[in-house]
């Protein structure tokens, strides 16, 4: 059999500890690495040992009882909502860990979301009960907010510790001795309480399968094998949720999470049926010493070494195949459907390409959201800035969910990511390609515009020499939605074919604004009288008296300073909602609405981007790092006139 699951979750729920505890229990590994010694196999990126949280997907090939599992350990952080939606894609099914110290998190819930949006089955395994915490309670809480939560196992005590797991489903009961399961009999005093789970986990089973359900209202007898049939399908479908019990810090019950997963979640062949092979990339990652190594899924198929599949990009000939384990590659003498494949030196191939023989797959499809924090990037040498067009490359070919642009408005180099932690590890992740970049909060793109009406004359006269120069126009400027221009000149005092040039002069002096430099936007220009002369006059002459004209109006219109508006929508826990909105109104914001969706609550508001560029790093201290937003161009507003003298005189002392 083969299963291939993603484990998900809150950041520091247990999913690395869990994976490298499965791999060091199947014998993949012969010492029990630690997430804080950076010694885990999944944590393997430099950026991960120095955060000591996972910020890649990491693959753990594990072998239990002749069977492959293959294990998706993904971030937890939102930051990594791309690495975390990927890793579900890749998988069969998710397996939610839920931390029996902390209870049900933001995290669970926003993983349970993505993976029900992709209509994956689902599983919780809560780890860390040996740290206390009542498990009962827990169950509770994940049944008001998950669902139809069954669970498989129950803990056991012998004299209030915390010794095994009661396997509810078939009856048995183990306690564990350094990770070995010693069977054992059901304490009296638990017996009630077990009897009580296991028919409601019996009943919830049958009623989700007709047969069953007749023979056992008609008094009849259902067996084992029988039961475990209708769960798995019902796991399938899902209609139920098991919930297991597995501690990588005590070592309990890890065989019984492996035989719940082969025997509750689903098949590649369940899920994507039977046929040609199809797989398709979800992560690419640029290691300094391999190159590029790309990540499939084979989703449905065999394939063997030497076998040929089809791309959008051309054929790709796997000369060998290989998995991952942590960071390092393992060959594979053939491959079934269910594998992760890392592909070496496949430079061809990038993120969300499909591989196949015969006929394609249809994949659902899933958008990734847009990026909201960005910061603006300079290289720190000659050096580094000769390397970074290379490097960002490399980057952006790893991570879609960055975004690099460059502003032509002030010329900064900008990196857009998901929050602080998404940018900063790119940062680092730059500095592995060996490119050292400073980053701070990009410049704000302000503007100008004009309050009332003015008018006023603008007049070149150059006598050098011989030829003259000669434009003078009158320019009326008015308040305007967007940008006009009016030729109002009557009786030929300006002639119609320097119109383009008195426009062209005015556009040209907008682009500077009289306060601090900013362009104009948001007016109408009327240029009502001016004169000219037969042999001077030019559409040079005419294009820098209307600059001078309008410099000479606007001064008189009341400029003022216009700041960009963003609208924000931002998903939190409902006890959070409060926090989020003092928070927003000390930022100069305003809530447009507030809704939900699922048991997270979603604030509209709209904020100056001055107030939110750093956003990220704010949501994230008042959720945990777990909370959520989008962040979109709204509108330009007048900027409060304290605010605007600082920005004047800012911009005074950067052009001194
Ligand atoms: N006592 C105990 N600690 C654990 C267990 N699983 C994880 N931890 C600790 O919890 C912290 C977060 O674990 P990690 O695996 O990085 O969580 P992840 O963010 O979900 O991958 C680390 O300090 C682990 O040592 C467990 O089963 N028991
Ligand atoms: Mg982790």
Redesign the pocket.
């Known amino acids: 059999m083969i299963r291939t699951v993603a484990?998900v979750?809150?950041?520091?729920?247990?999913?690395?500890?869990?994976?490298?505890?499965l791999l060091y229990f199947t014998g993949g590994k012969d010492r029990m690495g630690?997430?804080?010694e950076g010694s885990?196999t999944?944590?393997y990126t430099p950026e991960e040992k120095a955060h000591?949280?996972?910020v890649r997907t990491a693959v753990l090939p594990l072998t239990y009882q002749g069977h492959r599992i293959y294990l998706l350990?993904a971030?937890?952080y939102t930051d990594f909502v791309g690495e975390i939606r990927s890793a579900m894609e890749a998988a069969d099914s998710a397996v939610v860990?839920v931390?029996a110290?902390t209870g049900v998190q933001i995290g669970t819930e926003r993983a349970w979301t993505v993976a029900e949006r992709l209509g994956l089955p689902r599983m919780v395994v809560v780890?860390?009960?040996?740290?206390g915490g009542d498990f009962f309670a827990l169950l509770e809480d994940l049944r008001s907010t998950l669902g139809h939560i069954l669970p498989a196992h129950l803990p056991l005590y012998e004299n209030g510790q915390w010794v095994g797991l009661i396997d509810v489903l078939h009856d048995r009961a183990f306690r564990y001795d350094k990770g070995r399961p010693v069977i054992t009999s059901i304490p009296e005093d638990q017996k009630a309480q077990v009897e009580k789970y296991r028919n409601e986990a019996r009943e919830a089973i049958i009623e989700t399968d007709e047969s069953l359900l007749e023979k056992y209202l008609e008094g009849g007898e259902v067996e084992e094998v029988a039961l475990s049939r209708a769960f798995h399908e019902a796991v399938r479908k899902g209609q139920v949720f098991p919930v297991a019990i597995?501690?990588?810090?005590?070592l309990i019950g890890l065989d019984m999470l492996l035989d719940l997963f082969l025997e509750a979640l689903p098949s590649p062949e369940e899920r994507w049926g039977q046929g040609s092979p199809a797989a398709k990339v979800f992560k690419v990652q640029v290691d300094p010493f391999m190159g590029q190594v790309a990540f499939a899924r084979l989703y449905r198929g065999q394939l063997k070494a030497g076998d040929t599949l089809q791309s959008d990009n051309g054929t790709v000939r796997l000369a060998h195949l290989y998995t991952a384990k942590g960071k390092d590659l393992i060959e594979l003498e053939e491959a079934e459907a269910g594998t992760i494949l890392a592909l070496p030196k496949a430079d061809s191939l990038h993120k969300g390409m499909e591989l196949w023989q015969g006929e394609r797959l249809e994949f659902p499809s899933a958008r990734l959201p847009d990026p909201v924090a960005m910061v603006a990037i300079t290289p720190e040498s000659r050096a580094d800035e000769a390397k970074l067009g290379d490097a960002l490359r490399k980057l952006l070919e790893e991570d879609p969910s960055l975004r690099f642009e460059r502003n032509p408005e002030t010329g900064e180099q900008i990196l857009w990511g998901m929050g602080d932690l998404h940018l900063e590890t790119a940062k680092e992740r730059l500095a592995d390609y060996g490119v050292k970049i400073i980053s701070r909060p990009p410049k704000i793109p302000y503007r100008e515009t004009i309050r009332k009406k003015a008018e006023g004359q603008g007049k070149h006269k150059k006598q050098t020499g011989g030829h003259g120069q000669y434009g003078d126009v009158w320019l009326r400027l008015e308040p305007h939605p967007d940008y006009e221009f009016v030729w109002e000149i009557t009786g030929g005092v300006i002639p119609t074919k320097y119109m383009e040039s008195v426009e062209a002069g005015i556009k040209e002096a907008a682009k500077t604004g009289p306060l601090a430099g900013y362009p104009v936007i948001g007016f109408r220009a009327v240029v009502y009288h001016g004169s000219y002369h037969e042999v001077d006059s030019s559409d040079m002459a005419f294009q820098l008296a209307a600059q001078l004209a309008f410099r000479n109006v606007v001064t008189q219109a009341s400029p003022t300073l216009l700041e960009p508006i963003y609208t924000l929508k931002i998903f939190v826990p409902q006890d959070r909602v409060g926090d989020i909105l003092s928070d927003m109104q000390s930022r100069r914001g305003r809530i447009l609405g507030m809704d939900q969706e699922g048991a997270l609550a979603v604030v509209s508001a709209e904020a100056p981007l001055a107030e939110v560029l750093e956003y990220s790093r704010t949501l994230s201290g008042l959720t945990q790092g777990t909370g959520a937003y989008s962040l979109e161009f709204s509108h330009y507003a007048e900027v409060p006139p304290n605010l605007a003298q600082k920005v004047i005189a800012e911009r005074q002392k950067a052009e001194a």
């Open positions: 484990l979750g809150h950041s520091g729920s247990g999913k690395t500890t869990l994976g490298e505890a630690k997430v804080e885990t999944s944590d000591r949280v996972s350990d971030p937890g860990v931390s110290e780890t860390k009960l040996e740290k597995g501690s990588s810090g005590a």
